[in-house]
């Protein structure tokens, strides 16, 4: 069965200071995946998708950047975090093709000071 | 406008009783999902249930039902047999189109308390 793995669960960092969070999918192969925001109390926003290894749509224009080295690992980065990039972090995978339902990680929960 | 519309205010059920949660769409695609999804407190979100546009049954799973009314727009969530487990955040969802890249897209969500 397919898993899909998301760390840290909460991340406290200060303002200016980088950011990594990663996330991997196990049993399946050329998943499509996904990075979603939500402030406290709202829905999902979508940040960025990828189709294939290397391959990044973003959705918004934010401090935010997304990368897929490997098949079944993708990464939300920053340079720089500011006071806005506070939020509960959601990777997503689904298969490519008709209407499959997206598989949420466990998220993280980020907070910047 | 708004693709996926959840209006409802803070919904309320007594345990054991059936609520129905409200989600009304737009789109112009004739080929689409409808996807339903439970975020507890916790955070994670949780598949429940899905409808495909072309399908002509609504869709059930366990207590879960999806009332897809097409020609009105509306894809309502049936929980039926509330449980206390069933308090959480739920969340309408849609996709557009059926390549790869096609996005889902979430409406605000609605609260469900779920009283003893």
């Known amino acids: 069965s397919q ?22 999918v196990e049993g399946t192969s050329n998943p499509n995946l996904y990075w979603y925001r939500q402030a406290a109390g709202r829905g999902l926003q979508l940040l960025f998708y990828s189709v294939g290894i290397g391959q990044i749509s973003s959705e918004v224009p934010q401090n935010l950047s997304a990368s897929r080295p490997q098949d079944r690992q ?23 093709v008709h209407h499959q339902p997206q598989h949420f990680g466990d998220g993280t929960r980020l907070s910047i000071l | 406008a708004q693709k996926i519309t959840q209006t409802q205010p803070g919904m ?13 769409y737009d789109t112009s695609d004739p080929s689409y999902g409808l996807f339903w999804y439970k975020q507890p407190s916790s955070g994670e979100m949780i598949f429940l249930i899905y409808q495909g546009s072309y399908d002509q049954q609504n869709a059930t799973e366990g207590r879960y039902s999806l009332n897809f009314q097409k020609a009105r727009k509306s894809a309502n969530l049936v929980i039926s047999a509330s449980q206390l487990g069933d308090s959480a955040m739920y969340f309408c969802a849609m996709r557009e189109g059926s390549g790869a890249n096609s996005k889902l897209t979430f409406g605000k969500g609605i609260t469900l308390s779920v009283r003893p």
């Open chain 1, 3 to 24: 898993t899909i793995h998301q760390w840290p669960a909460t991340l406290v960092q200060p303002v200016g200071s980088p950011l990594s969070l990663e996330c991997t």
């Open chain 2, 12 to 24: 309320f059920v007594q345990e054991k009783e059936a609520v129905t949660l409200d989600c009304t």
């Open chain 1, 74 to 96: 993708f990464i939300l980065s920053s340079k720089k975090l500011l006071l806005s990039d506070s939020g509960f972090y959601l990777c997503a995978w689904s298969g490519g």
